[in-house]
C-alpha cells in the first residue's frame, strides 16, 4: 500500500526571495541570507527554537552580524553568543534557566565551527564547548539519559538513551540517527522533548564518520550501515528489555543509512526517512560537477559537500569523493526490506532531489506498508530535512507510528 498521509498543497508561483515593494509596503524577506549554504544553515540553527535549543531574537541579531560566505565572521558571531549563553547559565541561580542555557550555548557552538574546514585549530576546541554544555544543560534540567560507548572496529560509536515517561515501555522504541554531518546532541533537540511529550523514549547514536566517531576514533563512513546499527542494537538490547517494537529514523544521509540497515536487520520493525536519501551518489555527483565547473565553482552548498564528504570517507580527491559514494545506493537492497515504511521530503531540497522519493518507493517491492509526504514552500517544510518546520514532520511521523504501531496495553 502506497499513501500520502499529508497531501501536498498546490506550489507557490511566486519564486522571488528579497523585498518587493507593493501599495502597502515592502514585503518581508523569507531568505535569511543570499548564500543558500548560509541561510540553511541560519534555519538550522532557528530550528531547534522550538525544542529549547535556540532563542529567536538572540539568533537573528547573531546573523545580522554576519556576511554571507564568511566562515571566519559566522565562527567569531555564533561563538560570541555561545560564549554569552555559558555566562548566564554560570551567573544563575535558577537550574532551569541554567539548563536552558547550556542547551542554546550547546547549540551556538555547534553552529559556529560548522562551516570551518575539517582541519580548522578552532574545531577541536568548540567541538568540546558543545559536548561539554549539552551534558551540564541537561543535568541542570534534570533530563533522564544513559550515555553509552559502543565498541566499535578501532574505536567506539557514542549512543544515548532518553526514556520516556511513564508507560513508554508499553510504545515502540524510536531509534534516531543523523546524516552526513550529524551529531549526537544535534539528535536530542531534533525529536527527543517531542517524543517525550507524546509518551515515547528515545535512543540516539552516532556511527561511523560522524559525530566523536570521526573526530576522536578516525572511523569513516561505511555503506553497511547495518554493522553499526546492529552493534548499538545489541548492546542496547544487552542491557534493556525488548521492547513491543522499534522504529529506526535516519536524517538526511540518514536517510541512506537507516533503510539500508532495515534491508538486514529483523529486529526492525519500522523505518523511516527523515528526509529520503535513495541514491547519495547522485548528490555527490551533482556537488562534484559544480566544483568543477567555472561557473558554479563558487556554489557554497556544493562546495560544503565537498570538503565534509573528503573528511567523512577519508579521501582527498573529488574523484575519489565520487568513486566512494558509488556504494551509497539504495536500489540494490530495497527491495529485500520488509518492514513499515514512511519517506519524507522537500519539493525545495536544494542537495537531495525530490524524485528520489519516487524512485524509493518504487523499490520498495516487499515492505509491508509504505507511506510517504512530501512537503511544499506553503507548508514550510520545502527545505531539506524540512529545517524550521520540526512540527510539520513532527506530526506526519508521529500519526503514522500511532497507526502503524498501536500502544500495548500496560500490564495490570
Known amino acids: 500500500m502506497i499513501a500520502n498521509p499529508k497531501p501536498t ?5 511566486d519564486p522571488v526571495n528579497v523585498p518587493t ?27 531547534e527554537v522550538a525544542n529549547d535549543g535556540a532563542d529567536v531574537t538572540e539568533c537573528l541579531e547573531t546573523i545580522g552580524l554576519i556576511h554571507g560566505g564568511d566562515a571566519g565572521g559566522w565562527y567569531d558571531a555564533w561563538a560570541a553568543t555561545a560564549k554569552r549563553n555559558v555566562a548566564r547559565a554560570e551567573g544563575t541561580r535558577d537550574k532551569v534557566s541554567k539548563g536552558l542555557a547550556y542547551l542554546r550555548a550547546h547549540n551556538y557552538w555547534r553552529t559556529a565551527e560548522f562551516l570551518l574546514q575539517p582541519d580548522d585549530v578552532r574545531r577541536p576546541p568548540a567541538w568540546t564547548a558543545q559536548v561539554d554544555a549539552f551534558d551540564r544543560g541537561l543535568q541542570a534540567l534534570g533530563i533522564a539519559h544513559e550515555r553509552t560507548s559502543v565498541p566499535y572496529g578501532k574505536g567506539a560509536l557514542r549512543a544515548s538513551f532518553y526514556p520516556g515517561p511513564a508507560g513508554w515501555e508499553t510504545k515502540p522504541l524510536i531509534v534516531f540517527v543523523g546524516g552526513q554531518d550529524s551529531t ?7 525529536l527527543v522533548p517531542a517524543a517525550h511529550r507524546r509518551g515515547y523514549g528515545v535512543l540516539t547514536y552516532e556511527g561511523p564518520g560522524q559525530g566523536a566517531a570521526l573526530r576522536e576514533h578516525g572511523l569513516f563512513f561505511t555503506p553497511e550501515w547495518e554493522k553499526p546499527n546492529a552493534a548499538v542494537f545489541d548492546a542496547y538490547l544487552g542491557t534493556h528489555a525488548k521492547p513491543p517494537s522499534i522504529v529506526l529514523i535516519g536524517m538526511s544521509m540518514g536517510g541512506y543509512f537507516a533503510p539500508r540497515a532495515a534491508a538486514f536487520e529483523p529486529r526492525i520493525d519500522g523505518v523511516v526517512s527523515f528526509d529520503v536519501c535513495y541514491d547519495f551518489s547522485e548528490v555527490v555527483r551533482r556537488g562534484v560537477t559544480l566544483a568543477r565547473d567555472p561557473a558554479t565553482s563558487d556554489n557554497s552548498l556544493a562546495a560544503g559537500l565537498n570538503t565534509n564528504s573528503k573528511w567523512t570517507f577519508g579521501v582527498q580527491t573529488l574523484d575519489e569523493i565520487i568513486e566512494r559514494s558509488s556504494a551509497y545506493r539504495l536500489v540494490d537492497v530495497a527491495g529485500r526490506i520488509s518492514c513499515d515504511v514512511l519517506a519524507l521530503a522537500g519539493t525545495e531540497d536544494e542537495g537531495i532531489p525530490v524524485a528520489q522519493l519516487t524512485a524509493y518507493v518504487a523499490a520498495l517491492t516487499g515492505a509491508r506498508s509504505v507511506e510517504k509526504a512530501i512537503y511544499d514552500r506553503a507548508s ?4 531539506h530535512c524540512q529545517e524550521g518546520a520540526s512540527t510539520l514532520w513532527h506530526e506526519t511521523f508521529f500519526d503514522w507510528l500511532l497507526r502503524r504501531f498501536p500502544e500495548l496495553p500496560s500490564s495490570p
Do not use: S
Open 21 to 47: 515593494t507593493g501599495p502597502l509596503g515592502a514585503l518581508g524577506n523569507r531568505r535569511l541570507f543570499a548564500d543558500p549554504a548560509y541561510h540553511f544553515q541560519a534555519l538550522r540553527v532557528l530550528n
Open 380 to 383: 514550510g517544510g520545502a527545505e
Open 184 to 190: 549526537l546532541e544535534e539528535l536530542y533537540f531534533e
Open 9 to 13: 498543497t498546490t506550489p507557490q508561483q
